[in-house]
């Protein structure tokens, strides 16, 4: 099992920019798929940006696209997402996951979640 702690959530104004962390521990592995994904109040769960192995291809949602980019220390098992030009419809739980071999980014794809970060994007 792979634990995963995620922080650097927080209020944020419209246009401004926040980095989110995942710390992992326990059976990691380089082979592994791991992804960013939120929820907002009402809504379902839905990928925002992904990694399919630590040293493959990254993919994004539509709606993420030339504004967050996903990245990684091998070193400290952390990976991160820089989001950049904050909209309003942002605002979300974002959970970090990590799942086996990759399947696509469906969440039931991953077994492996952390507890989540509120991002706040205000006016």
């Known amino acids: 099992q792979v634990q995963l702690v995620e922080s650097g959530g927080g209020l944020v104004q419209v246009g401004g920019s926040l980095r989110l962390s995942c710390a992992a521990s326990g059976r990691t592995s380089n082979t592994y798929a791991t992804g960013w994904f939120r929820q907002a109040p009402g809504k379902e769960r839905e990928f925002v940006a992904g990694?399919?192995?630590?040293?493959?291809?990254?993919d994004y949602a539509d709606s993420v696209k030339g504004r967050f980019t996903i990245s990684r220390d091998s070193a400290k098992n952390t990976m991160f997402l820089q989001m950049n030009t904050l909209k309003f419809e942002d605002t979300a739980v974002y959970y970090c996951?990590?799942?086996?071999?990759?399947?696509?980014?469906?969440?039931?794809?991953?077994?492996?979640w952390g507890q989540g970060t509120q991002v706040t994007v205000s006016s």
């Open positions: 996951a990590s799942g086996g071999l990759f399947r696509g980014w469906d969440s039931r794809n991953f077994p492996s």
């Open positions: 990694r399919r192995s630590s040293g493959g291809p990254t």
